[in-house]
């Protein structure tokens, strides 16, 4: 394996545990792995008195742990064998904390089951797409040469940093599936049951990403009708096979009707027919299929104002709540569009009380400065998880996941596996959040990614990223309107880039005004999707927050936002704000040597002048667009071009 960067498990993370006794109770493969780590740390594996006792006792939820300490012994008692090595994780997370003083029982247990990663890799190299669907860190962890790779080392790597931030499930191929990715389903088996093996010790299930249409791609049929019982027979033998080369399998994803992707519509059937099919082959084995709720008419006419992207999963979705079976997770992005830097939470998450659910995050940053721009993205998810759909006496969207949470991978072949090593955060986060979506995980990743680091590294990593997700949305797109990319690979700014495309994703400004208008009253609807109080809050341009504004209302330049400023102010001001920002926290990682490792320094310095450089672009072309169309000059007399 090439030099790879430790992330949030450098050897020196450990040292705590290394000068202490360790004494493991526990049989099978992940107690095998908790001493692996043990031993790996340098402690002293015993079988009798011991400062830290770890102790498998079947029962009480097999990833949950609780930690005390009595009399000089830390314990952690799990009610499996995942609880045993997530608790060996947590107290590599205190570090000598763990040791010190006693330690009233502390029970840990996920929030979520369901904790998984999405990866967008192909085994090939997509001639557009490259060989990570909207991957900036590399090529592919997995495949390399059109195969799956002979070296998994950096496989079973990327497993122990999962494992360590609770992971449980991982989807090695895209969900666009090629010709060639399809064939992962039958043909390489084998191989993908090696990278199944590597995940295993660290308590984490493969799922597939497989095409609803594979009984006609791999099977020589005519059809993929989900009624038709010779396809229904295929896919419980191609199941069967799955299963006996893996037996732990963890299911199959599916992006269906989408994007291009075949999907059950070609037959006159619905989504839950479709989601059901793969459902009834899985349910023997005991997989899930994760069936993706992104849906929508992606070759719209710009010209039809009826037609409304935002609406189209819960229009699709909800009607289907009930029918979908036990073992079928629907798994909705967490906002209507797609990852934008501001969206509202999706309305689909409020509407399906009778359906398993999941919320999709995305890790990769494809709209959020693809890893060259520092955006660390907790605050979002936390936003998202933490929204309460019926107000503020009812629950958030996390306590009525029953399906759990995934996000895309922002993973690859990189020695800091994420391209910009600040970008680690958000993997590390993601995990964190997954599993308590109250934490607050940045001190953590600092604690465990830089030990010993000096008060003023870790402000400075503070500095950089607490605020990144807010700068990046000051210079680029105001007020939740987004999408003003540059269409394809959605780098930079194009303001008119999607304008008159067929992706629905518009935000008809002209000379008087901008925004979309999503209100019942006199727009698309989209607001009457949500349960009160919010569709009442998103209806009325007076109590819709400023940050969604444009999502749901079409207003003049004029319109006094509730911070006091007008639209048009507020545009100009946010873009010249971000890029001071962005300027200062140049100027911060200017004096930063000795304070982090070099290569760190190094890679971050390099990535911050391509930030500055296209924060610049935005702030340029975002407020010369509007001056042009509203000739509402600056109320500052700043520099418009
Ligand atoms: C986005 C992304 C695509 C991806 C799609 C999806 O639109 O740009 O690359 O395939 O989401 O989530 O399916």
């Not at 390399?144 to 070296?151: N, S």
């Not at 269906?256 to 899985?282: I, K, M």
């Not at 569009?337 to 999941?358: C, N």
């Not at 308590?436 to 500095?463: C, I, M, Y």
């Amino acid at each position: 394996m090439t030099d790879v960067h430790p992330a949030w498990l450098p050897d020196a993370a450990f040292a705590p545990l290394a000068a202490r006794r360790v004494r493991v109770v526990g049989e099978g493969l992940l107690a095998g792995t908790v001493r692996g780590e043990v031993t790996r740390a340098g402690a002293r594996l015993v079988t009798g008195d011991a400062d830290v006792v770890l102790e498998q006792r079947e029962g009480d939820g097999p990833e949950a742990y609780e930690i005390a300490r009595r009399d000089g012994v830390t314990t952690v008692v799990a009610g499996g064998g995942p609880g045993l090595l997530y608790g060996l994780f947590h107290l590599v997370r205190l570090g000598e904390e763990a040791f010190a003083g006693d330690r009233a029982p502390e029970r840990h247990a996920p929030a979520h089951a369901l904790r998984m990663l999405d990866h967008w890799d192909n085994v090939d190299v997509h001639p557009v797409m490259g060989q990570v669907e909207r991957g900036y860190a590399g090529g592919s962890i997995f495949y390399a040469d059109g195969r799956v790779r002979e070296d998994l080392s950096r496989v079973a790597a990327y497993a122990r940093l999962l494992a360590a931030i609770g992971i449980n499930r991982v989807a090695v191929n895209n969900v666009n599936v090629h010709r060639r990715e399809a064939r992962l389903l039958t043909d390489d088996l084998p191989d993908v049951a090696r990278i199944a093996d590597v995940l295993r010790p660290w308590g984490i299930r493969l799922h597939l990403s497989v095409s609803f249409a594979s009984p006609v791609l791999l099977g020589g049929h005519t059809s993929a009708d989900p009624l038709d019982p010779d396809v229904q027979a295929w896919w419980a033998a191609a199941t069967e096979r799955v299963h006996a080369a893996i037996p732990d399998f963890g299911g199959y994803v599916v992006k269906a009707d989408s994007e291009g992707q075949p999907g059950p519509f070609a037959y006159g059937r619905d989504h839950a027919d479709g989601a059901n099919l793969l459902a009834r082959a899985l349910a023997p084995h005991g997989g899930v299929v994760h069936w993706r709720a992104f849906v929508y008419d992606h070759r719209q006419d710009w010209r039809d104002r009826t037609t409304d992207r935002a609406r189209a999963a819960y229009d699709h979705f909800a009607p289907l709540d009930g029918r979908f079976a036990d073992n079928v997770v629907v798994q909705v992005k967490h906002g209507p569009m797609d990852f934008q830097v501001r969206e509202p939470v999706s309305p689909v998450l409020a509407a399906m009380p009778r359906t398993r659910l999941a919320v999709e995050l995305q890790v990769t940053q494809e709209y959020t400065g693809q890893q060259r721009h520092v955006c660390y993205l907790a605050p979002a998810w936390r936003e998202a998880l933490g929204f309460r759909p019926w107000g503020e006496d009812g629950a958030t969207v996390s306590e009525t996941l029953r399906g759990g949470v995934a996000a895309v991978s922002n993973v690859g072949d990189d020695p800091f596996w994420t391209g910009h090593p600040l970008a680690q955060a958000n993997l590390y986060a993601y995990g964190r959040l997954a599993w308590d979506p109250d934490a607050d995980p940045l001190d953590e990743w600092v604690s465990l990614t830089f030990p010993g680091a000096a008060p003023a590294a870790r402000a400075l990593l503070h500095d950089t990223l607490d605020r990144s997700r807010r700068t990046y949305e000051d210079y680029t797109a105001p007020l939740g309107v987004g999408w003003m990319v540059r269409p394809g690979h959605h780098y930079g700014p194009d303001v008119d880039g999607y304008e008159y495309t067929p992706w629905g994703t518009y935000h008809f400004a002209d000379r008087d005004g901008i925004g979309v208008d999503r209100t019942v009253a006199t727009g698309t609807g989209y607001a009457g999707q949500y349960p009160r109080p919010w569709s009442d809050v998103y209806e009325s341009r007076d109590t819709c927050p400023d940050e969604l504004l444009l999502f749901f209302h079409h207003v003049p330049y004029s319109h006094v936002l509730a911070s006091g400023s007008t639209v048009i102010q507020h545009v100009y001001d946010t873009h010249f704000a971000g890029v001071a920002e962005v300027e200062r926290i140049v100027a911060a990682w200017d004096r930063a040597d000795g304070l982090l490792p070099a290569d760190v320094v190094a890679r971050v310095r390099g990535r911050l002048v391509e930030q500055l450089r296209s924060a610049r672009e935005w702030r340029d072309q975002v407020n010369t667009y509007f001056l042009r169309k509203s000739g509402v000059p600056d109320a500052r007399r700043r520099t418009i071009h």
